[in-house]
């Protein structure tokens, strides 16, 4: 159901908008937040909209800056080397209560505190913008998406200053994404690996807002200061507009930390068994190399290949590369010794690299990533004493 109503968004975004009507006074604009959910890795970090209500005119619509077709050509292949685009859509209201009825989240406006001509301006610019020539936009998960686009737009028309309250304290982007993946371990552990040190830049205040769940805080309690010096609030009533149903927080029966733990376990147990049967379980090495082999291609392409801002420099190509693949090609061709010694001696030295220096590398690592790397170590260690 919710692909259909994806489709069926998608197919609204494309509808003919209501041409330069002026609004009247009765116009509300409103900064719309839908709560998490789990049904897809997009919807952990929560959606920003803007609703453009005036009942005087029949007018209740929904501008959403976060359209997106997975039935796009190379979407895939386009998202991971980030030139992803989304797209600005124009729904009714009534299909975000469907939508969210559909996802099970919640939903809440804050009401803006404008003045008319405030309101007239964002109007006219998300019309101008929602306008299929102006509608498409390069998406950028920390710098440009559902939250920053209203949020700069915002920003420029009101008349004055926003001031927002002072921040308590600051994160890390890392930090921030993480703390909303916290019932996803696998994700956490996902982006870790893909992500690289600029993850680990302490955000500004502003940057913060990245997340929609922040947007909506520091609307709530920030100010609009003009140029005489006034001073009035930026948000006015808050409403719910849906409620959301409990969400499935139960984790994976076997987190990355206890799958890495079992993986060294399992790499002991064999290497024991190879040293008293003085045999070879070349079937594990292969296994092991082609897994690894092929994450450490997505990685290498994502830190050497990729837009992003965010994955390079990304120190886990030291233990994930694409080289596992020929070290895979060394186990399973056996009179290729030599340059097998060498790929293992190289392995063994980049990951005593990385576990030495793990304090002082400027990146964080997910600690299910030391097992792992153990798992790697200790078998081309045992390559090399074979």
Not at 95 to 116: D, F, K, Q, S, Y
Not at 157 to 186: E, Q, T
Request: glycine share 6%.
């Amino acid at each position: 159901m919710r692909r259909i109503l994806h489709c069926f968004l998608i197919i609204l975004s494309s509808a003919t908008v209501w041409g330069q009507t002026a609004l009247s006074d009765r116009a509300l604009i409103s900064l719309v937040t839908y709560d998490p959910s789990e049904g897809a890795v997009f919807t952990v970090y929560g959606h920003t909209a803007i609703r453009v209500n005036d009942p005087d005119k029949g007018i209740d619509a929904i501008f959403n800056y976060g359209i997106f077709d997975f039935g796009e050509s190379n979407f895939i292949y386009r998202f991971t080397k980030g030139e992803t685009d989304y797209k600005l859509g124009v729904v009714d209201f009534r299909h975000l209560l469907v939508e969210c009825e559909l996802r099970g989240c919640g939903a809440r406006e804050l009401v803006l505190n404008l003045l008319p001509r405030e309101r007239q301006a964002i109007w006219e610019a998300l019309l101008l913008n929602a306008r299929p020539e102006n509608a498409t936009y390069r998406y950028n998960f920390f710098f440009d998406n559902c939250a920053t686009r209203p949020l700069l737009l915002i920003e420029k028309y009101v008349s004055g200053v926003i001031v927002y309250a002072p921040v308590p304290k600051l994160h890390s982007f890392r930090r921030l994404i993480n703390d909303c993946m916290r019932n996803n371990p696998w994700t956490i552990f996902g982006t870790e690996l893909v992500l690289g040190s600029p993850t680990d830049r302490t955000a500004t205040p502003h940057e913060e807002l990245f997340l929609p769940l922040y947007l909506e805080a520091a609307f709530a309690s920030a100010w609009i200061v003009d140029s005489s010096g006034s001073e009035r609030k930026l948000a006015g009533q808050s409403n719910v507009l849906a409620v959301g149903r409990e969400q499935d927080t139960s984790r994976a029966p076997v987190g990355p930390l206890g799958c890495g733990l079992l993986m060294l376990g399992a790499a002991i147990v064999i290497l024991a068994w190879e040293m008293h049967n003085n045999r070879y379980c070349r079937w594990f090495d292969a296994v092991l190399l082609l897994v690894g082999g092929l994450a450490g291609c997505l990685i290498f392409f994502l830190a050497f290949v990729s837009v992003h801002p965010a994955t390079w420099p990304n120190w886990n190509v030291l233990w994930l590369h694409p080289f596992h693949l020929a070290g895979l090609v060394f186990v399973l061709v056996r009179r290729w010794r030599r340059a097998a010694g060498l790929y293992h001696i190289l392995n063994v030295f980049s990951i005593s690299i990385l576990i030495l220096g793990w304090p002082l590398i400027p990146q964080q690592f997910n600690i299910a990533f030391l097992p792992m790397m153990l798992v790697l170590g200790l078998r081309s260690a045992a390559s090399i004493a074979r």
